[in-house]
Nanobody
Framework: QVQLQESGGGSVQAGGSLRLSCAVS????????MGWFRQAPGKEREGVAL????????YYADSVKDRFTISLDNAKVTSNLQINNLQSDDSAMYYC?????????????????????WGQGAQVTVSS
């Protein structure tokens, strides 16, 4: 079983930075791909970043790869998403998710069905 809890959301001016964190609680082995997704009002949920709990390459959506950085704090077991140069299009609810497996695949950015566990979300609002 996996429990996820996001934190760090808020209101930020355009051009600013924000760091989201996801506290990860796992019963059993840590063979999970951790993902960050976002959903703006009226839009579908989209994947923005992936990183496996056991390491490996990160994957980013093309629209965010120069501004978003996903990382892990293995001591605290958290998944973090650093967002720089925030833009109005970044305003959304951001979700942390976990998919069972030995690695992440880029294709998982486009397939929310592969993620069995989800946090409740953290709101990010960017004002101009």
């Amino acid at each position: 079983q996996v429990q996820l809890q996001e934190s760090g959301g808020g209101s930020v001016q355009a051009g600013g930075s924000l760091r989201l964190s996801c506290a990860v609680s796992i019963v059993g082995s840590n063979i999970y791909c951790m993902g960050w997704f976002r959903q703006a009002p009226g839009k579908e949920r989209e994947g923005v970043a992936l990183l496996h709990l056991r390491g490996g390459p990160p994957y980013y959506a093309d629209s965010v790869k120069d501004r978003f950085t996903i990382s892990l704090d293995n001591a605290k077991v958290t998944s973090n998403l650093q967002i720089n140069n925030l833009q109005s299009d970044d305003s959304a609810m951001y979700y942390c998710a976990a998919a069972l497996g030995y690695s992440c695949w880029r294709s998982q950015l486009a397939d929310t069905n592969q993620f069995e566990y989800w946090g409740q979300g953290a709101q990010v609002t960017v004002s101009s």
